[in-house]
């Protein structure tokens, strides 16, 4: 009895220990193999799982399709400005990932003469609205694309650039997707990343939804992309641009 009684407290200790430290428990039990961490405590604005220190969001359902298309974006955001900062040539084949309604596809495809964007997203509801905008923008280079969490399902080597408006903080694996990108990517191809600037406390957008230049450059790095320049010409977001290096530098 004493034994068993022995082995009760000790039990009530560590279940204890654990209830009083749960992100150290989470961590211990996370295979050391996995780039991702989950943590049962965690921002109730994120999915619990943790990449390179930042928990990532969660997504934005097409429900949400509303808030993408709403009238005050363009002087909330300015996405006018975002397209005219891409230095887009004619011919250009252009991935919008996480493309939603179609919102920057839409006003890219035009610039585009002789090339197309590809509007990458995970929600086939949003290409029902892709293909009524279609119709009704008379526009024929938006090409919907179904990814998955983990692959955009691009070709190797078939985009001149990729681009992720306030899209990339709530990829759920966002280093299986960007190394899929990477090699989508031609060679010196680009990536551009606008994200509302986590470094400013005064943007009024919930944390998660907003990321660091140095958390960007930091994940970026992380799949082989370098870093050329950052834009801050919007009202509240970093405009990042991402390179490729040529296969002999890669």
């Known amino acids: 009895m004493p034994n068993f009684l ?16 749960p992100i150290n428990t989470a961590q211990a039990v996370s295979p050391s193999t996995t780039v991702y961490e989950q943590r049962i405590i965690h921002n109730p604005d994120g999915i619990g799982k ?3 220190g930042r928990e990532i969001a969660k997504v934005m359902g097409y429900t949400g399709a509303g808030w993408l298309e709403r009238p005050s974006r363009e002087g909330e955001e300015q996405p006018s400005k975002i397209v005219s900062l891409l230095n ?11 493309a939603g309604t179609g919102y920057l596809s839409f006003r890219i495809a035009p610039l585009l003469t002789a090339g ?66 990477v090699k989508a ?27 660091t230049q140095k958390q960007v450059r930091k994940e970026m790095q992380a799949v082989g992309l370098v870093w050329c320049e950052t834009k ?3 009202p509240q977001q970093h405009l990042m641009v991402f390179q490729k290096p040529d296969s002999s530098e890669f």
């Open 232 to 234: 801050n010409l919007l």
């Open 116 to 181: 197309k964007v590809l509007a990458v997203d995970v929600q086939p509801e949003m290409f029902e609205i892709i293909e009524l905008f279609k119709k009704e923008k008379n526009i024929s280079n938006v090409e919907p694309i179904l990814a998955t969490l983990t692959d955009p399902n691009l070709p190797n080597e078939s985009v001149d650039l990729a681009l992720m408006v306030d899209a990339y903080h709530e990829l759920e694996y966002p280093q299986e997707v960007m190394q899929k990108i």
């Open 185 to 211: 990517l031609k060679p010196r191809g680009r990536v551009v990343l606008v994200e509302y600037r986590g470094e400013n406390p005064f943007i009024t957008i919930k944390g998660l939804h907003k990321m």
């Open 50 to 52: 943790y990449y390179m």
């Open 88 to 98: 887009l040539k004619p011919n250009d084949v252009v991935a919008d990932i996480g």
């Open 6 to 21: 022995h082995f009760i407290v000790n039990l009530v200790v560590i279940l204890s220990f654990s209830l009083l430290n």
